[in-house]
């Protein structure tokens, strides 16, 4: 079966949206899960967190960078094109109940598998307190989209293009220092971010989750790729999270992990590039 591109558009420099025609996906998905998509029957999988999802109209959008050869690849596919699989809904829903007070805390393209949860807890009926941030603001995205499911919205840039002239967890420590209860914090960014994030809140007295799913590769939880050291003892992103308290999380393995292939996958992006320049793509 082939999954239909409905919708494709750059909301940002080299930041895409895409809405893909998945009716069996869509009607099973929830908060915090991810698919795995792979491009044609040679492509590799890889793993992108469900950004939103109809039910009715039986479609999922995701949010992806183009970084490696198959988001390259992925960029230069429309509306109409199809992809060869769609897998999911993947991963355990994350945990939403009314708790009271949330921060949700996005940074970069991370700010697509926020909105989902803004979404989900503000339904809830928790007061969900959004902070998103970006290097500048021309790759900040879905501002309009967090105002509309966030009881507060407040923006930081590194750059001071727009908003809070620093860092998300900047903000984040200010709200925490005002003496607001807070009950739990999400965060969702690069891993030094999250690492960073989880080290600033540690100290309060807070619930602090942390989304993994970057480092996924299979997403069933076969090829052991996705395994990372919680608390001391090793879980599987895919099949086990991908969300898990920071706390706990133990980050320089994770960081060191992630950039075990680099040097490959800079090659074979590098490779792709120099083929469509001769026109082999």
Not at 37 to 58: A, M, Q, S, V
Not at 223 to 243: A, L, Q, S
Request: with cysteine.
């Amino acid at each position: 079966m082939a999954y239909k591109i409905l919708k494709k558009e750059e909301i940002a420099p080299s930041i895409h949206k895409m809405v893909i025609e998945a009716p069996d996906v869509a009607k099973a998905a929830k908060a915090g899960q991810f698919i795995i998509l792979r491009l044609n029957e040679f492509g590799e999988r890889i793993p992108l967190t469900i950004f939103d999802f109809e039910k009715e109209k039986g479609t999922i959008s995701v949010i992806f960078q183009e970084m490696g050869k198959t988001t390259k690849q992925l960029t230069k596919l429309s509306a109409g094109e199809s992809l060869e699989d769609f897998v999911g809904p993947l991963g355990t829903p994350a945990d939403i109940r009314n708790l009271g007070n949330v921060i949700l805390v996005g940074g970069g393209v991370g700010v697509a598998p926020i909105y989902p949860l803004a979404k989900a807890y503000t339904k809830a009926g928790n007061r969900v307190i959004s902070i998103i941030g970006a290097r500048s603001k021309d790759l900040l995205i879905l501002e309009d989209q967090m105002r509309k499911v966030s009881s507060k919205l407040f923006i930081a840039t590194d750059d001071g293009s727009k908003g809070h002239h620093g860092f998300v967890t900047d903000i984040m420590k200010k709200i925490l220092d005002s003496g607001e209860k807070v009950a739990r914090i999400v965060i969702i960014g690069p891993p030094i971010m999250m690492k960073v994030g989880a080290g600033v809140a540690s100290p309060y007295d807070v619930e602090i989750l942390v989304s993994l799913n970057s480092i996924m590769v299979d997403g069933t939880g076969m090829c052991g790729g996705c395994r990372v050291t919680i608390d001391g003892k090793t879980k599987f992103t895919c099949v086990d999270g991908p969300e898990f308290n920071a706390r706990k999380v133990d980050f320089v393995e994770l960081i060191d992990r992630l950039a075990t292939y680099r040097g490959e996958e800079t090659k074979a992006a590098e490779k792709y590039e120099e083929e469509c320049r001769c026109g082999l793509h």
